[in-house]
């Protein structure tokens, strides 16, 4: 999306260079349209250049295009095919500190301007006097952002079109947080997914532990009653009819009439017994 606003912004500073002129009328600059373009979509380019707010940017544009100081040696080619390029050569990636020699050097090795050879020469010096910035990466602050500073918002220098600072987790702008803690929020972040990830594994291990040991819970209680079932029955103490005397002495309603027939029982008994005749008493 980036490169197809970069072009279409190209395409409309072409368009304007070629067919727009201030003292034209909209009837001969209507009239005068390149055939890429739409009769509707030109009509609004004309009317947007016209306004202050166009024209306010136009100079402002003006003035930050003669600031520039240091000028590429690429022509159309951007840093990323160069980058590339590169890449296919040697086997491996050009530093970002290498991307700017290559594409501010002309082909006989001279760099493209003294603001140009200046910046060259800090970094051969910044790279003998800390050559452990020759091994850092991007997010760790290489040797390039040494030399020349913090990144603007939304663009990556020496790296070609699409990833900013913020994608990078790089020291990018004045607005960015610092490396040590965009690198501590970024090993938080990292600590926060490893967790997520072994919590979801976690979470149904806790489940199935939970299910079996309510089952083992259960199988310890059956057996536990079993034990202490099978323990009283087996019980030399053990009297069945105390048990049952017991049982139907605790009836409640029925409690009376159970003991009425206890005592039946108990007279029906003594009426089977023989009788015994009392023997007399002897006297002396």
């Known amino acids: 999306m980036g490169s197809a606003a970069k072009k279409w912004r190209d395409f409309k500073s072409d368009m304007k260079a070629l067919y727009f002129h201030e003292e034209k009328t909209d009837e001969e600059l209507l009239a005068d349209c390149d055939a890429r373009v739409h009769e509707d979509d030109w009509k609004w380019l004309i009317d947007h250049w016209r306004t202050d707010a166009a024209k306010q940017r136009c100079e402002i544009g003006k003035l930050n295009r003669q600031r520039m100081t240091l000028f590429h040696t690429t022509g159309s080619k951007s840093h990323a095919r160069v980058i590339e390029e590169e890449h296919k050569k040697n086997g491996y990636p050009p530093r970002r500190d290498e991307a700017f020699v290559i594409t501010h050097t002309t082909k006989k090795g001279v760099p493209s301007n003294a603001a140009a050879a200046q910046k060259i020469k800090e970094l051969e010096n910044k790279a003998n006097e800390q050559p452990e910035l020759l091994e850092k990466t991007i997010e760790q602050g290489d040797l390039f952002s040494h030399v020349f500073g913090k990144e603007r918002n939304g663009y990556v220098r020496c790296i070609g079109m699409g990833p900013s600072a913020s994608d990078l987790h790089m020291p990018g702008t004045r607005n960015l947080k610092s490396t040590r ?31 079996v040991m309510n089952e083992v819970l259960e199988m310890k209680k059956m057996m536990l009653a079993s034990q202490a079932k099978e323990k009283e029955q087996f019980s030399p103490h053990y009297d069945s009819n105390s048990a049952q005397d017991e049982y139907i002495y605790d009836e409640g309603e029925n409690s009376e009439t159970g003991y009425m027939a206890a005592e039946k029982e108990d007279d029906h008994v003594m009426s089977n017994r023989p009788m015994v005749e009392s023997q007399p008493k002897l006297t002396q």
């Open 181 to 211: 803690l965009q690198l501590a929020e970024e090993e938080c972040r990292q600590a926060m997914e490893e967790a997520a990830l072994l919590r979801e594994r976690v979470e149904p291990t806790d489940q199935k532990m939970d299910i």
